[in-house]
Nanobody
Framework: QVQLVESGGGLVQAGGSLRLTCEAS????????MGWYRQARGKERELVAT??????LYGDSAKGRFAISRNNVYNAVYLQMNNLSPDDKAMYYC?????????WGKGTLVTVSQ
């Protein structure tokens, strides 16, 4: 079992930045993915960014604006989000897949005002 706890969401003005943090309850192998998805109201959940085997993968919406980083010592993954727009408003979920199972956090809400 793995518990994932997100933090760092909130309200920010368009053009602003936020840094999300996800902490896992136990060690996650660097060979297992650990990253972020988001779901806006009325839309499907989509990949934002994930790190696996030392490589970072980004969804189209995140490229050039967001940066993911992972600290395996602290069992944590971070998402630095810059130049946010109202289109980025969503619940952001931390995810990992380990031991053949998917684990999700409860999410942290990001709201971007005009």
């Amino acid at each position: 079992q793995v518990q994932l706890v997100e933090s760092g969401g909130g309200l920010v003005q368009a053009g602003g930045s936020l840094r999300l943090t996800c902490e896992a309850s136990r060690s996650i192998s660097s060979g297992d993915p650990m990253g972020w998805y988001r779901q806006a109201r009325g839309k499907e959940r989509e990949l934002v960014a994930t790190v696996i085997g030392g490589q970072s993968l980004y969804g189209d919406s995140a490229k050039g604006r967001f940066a993911i980083s992972r600290n395996n010592v602290y069992n944590a993954v971070y998402l630095q989000m810059n130049n946010l727009s109202p289109d980025d408003k969503a619940m952001y979920y931390c995810n990992t897949r380990t031991g053949g199972l998917d684990y999700w956090g409860k999410g942290t809400l990001v709201t971007v005002s005009q």
